[in-house]
């Protein structure tokens, strides 16, 4: 479980800052995770159809984009002390989340996605996927 340290409300708002990234960072990673493994379902079951994708390819590269901005706050967050908890984000992670975007916005929806897209996939949803399951399990 993700936490946030020092989490003061301030009085200006519905929610304090720090909340707000929190909810900012779960709406990036949760989503993304869910994209990334509808892009692998959809990739493992070998359908060339872009109808079959449970997400629309633009929808899907602007997740993994909030993906990839979530796991570096995730990163940053933690090595400030601002966030506690969570799978441990490093650098391969970052670049892997970041490459995928790029093949991503390269590829043309109607034709088979770039091979290193289900690699790419794969290891992301390895590492972090199960992230959600361990959250709702508590």
């Known amino acids: 479980m993700i936490t946030m340290t020092g989490c003061e409300p301030d009085g200006d708002d519905e929610f304090p800052p720090t909340i707000l990234r929190l909810m900012r960072w779960g709406e990036g990673f949760f989503e993304g995770i869910a994209c990334l493994e509808a892009l692998g379902h959809w990739i493992n079951s070998g359908s060339s159809s872009v109808a079959d994708l449970a997400v629309d390819p633009s929808t899907l590269s602007s997740r993994v984009e909030a993906f990839e901005r979530a796991l570096s706050e995730l990163k940053e967050g933690v ?51 199960d992230e959600q399951e361990r959250t709702d399990d508590q």
């Open 79 to 129: 090595a400030s002390g601002q966030m506690e908890g969570g799978p441990p984000v490093d650098d391969d992670d970052l670049a892997r989340a970041h490459h995928l975007k790029r093949l991503l916005d390269v590829w043309a929806p109607g034709s088979e996605p770039p091979s290193e897209v289900k690699t790419l996939v794969e290891r992301l949803i390895t590492k972090f996927g």
